[in-house]
T-cell receptor
Framework: GAVVSQHPSRVICKSGTSVKIECRSL??????MFWYRQFPKQSLMLMAT?????????EQGVEKDKFLINHASLTLSTLTVTSAHPEDSSFYIC??????????FGSGTRLTVV | SQKIEQNSEALNIQEGKTATLTCNYT??????LQWYRQDPGRGPVFLLL?????KEKRKERLKVTFDTTLKQSLFHITASQPADSATYLC?????????????FGTGTLLAVQP
């Protein structure tokens, strides 16, 4: 079945630094990738949608300059949290989808900003 | 406003009983609805998909119903086991041009007591 690999699984960074999270589709080409954020005991909130080779579409209220998304190939998308602050601490999850297929989720990245 | 609500934050049942989880949506016209399982610190795992023209779908001990008039889906786990304990999420695919964004409900934490 379709597998999505997300790295790192956990990261701790200092306030003001940037962190990059990678999302790879291992055995299929992902025409679309999605990035979600999940706070404790809450559901997944969609942050942005990215199609390979084009700019990401951000949801209302999500700062595109703070959460940089790059979908440079059909198997890789990255989310960079720039100038991270403690309030950015959260669980980030990516999802990948091939055209006409279902959604496969990564295992998530726990970001802690100290 | 658009909402996807799941009946309760938490549901406790005895092993062997049937768990019934509810998903209600407002101001959406989904072509299909999905159910996912999420374990702590992990990404969601796909369970079942039901289309708007389907009333019921089954997979092993799982059953999903979809009532587009009531704007509601019910998710049943029969002969529940402690291993079924997890958070269950319903999700709608919202059409957005070439991509279908997956929007999640609030989630229900199921605890199956031995």
């Amino acid at each position: 079945g379709a597998v999505v690999s997300q790295h790192p699984s956990r990261v701790i960074c200092k306030s003001g630094t940037s962190v990059k999270i990678e999302c790879r589709s291992l055995d299929f080409q992902a025409t679309t990738m999605f990035w979600y954020r999940q706070f404790p005991k809450q559901s997944l909130m969609l942050m942005a949608t990215s199609n390979e080779g084009s700019k990401a579409t951000y949801e209302q209220g999500v700062e595109k300059d703070k959460f940089l998304i790059n979908h440079a190939s059909l198997t890789l998308s990255t989310l960079t949290v720039t100038s991270a602050h403690p309030e950015d601490s959260s669980f980030y999850i990516c999802s990948a989808r091939a055209s006409g297929s279902g959604y496969t989720f990564g295992s998530g990245t726990r970001l802690t900003v100290v | 406003s658009q909402k996807i609500e799941q009946n309760s934050e938490a549901l406790n049942i005895q092993e062997g009983k049937t768990a019934t989880l509810t998903c209600n949506y407002t101001n959406y016209s989904p072509a299909y609805l999905q159910w996912y399982r999420q374990d702590p610190g992990r990404g969601p795992v796909f369970l079942l998909l039901i289309r708007e023209n389907e009333k019921e779908k089954r997979k092993e001990r799982l059953k999903v119903t979809f009532d587009t008039t009531l704007k509601q889906s019910l998710f049943h786990i029969t002969a529940s086991q402690p291993a079924d304990s997890a958070t269950y999420l319903c999700a709608l695919a919202e059409s957005g041009g070439a991509t279908n964004k997956l929007i999640f409900g609030t989630g229900t934490l199921l605890a199956v007591q031995p």
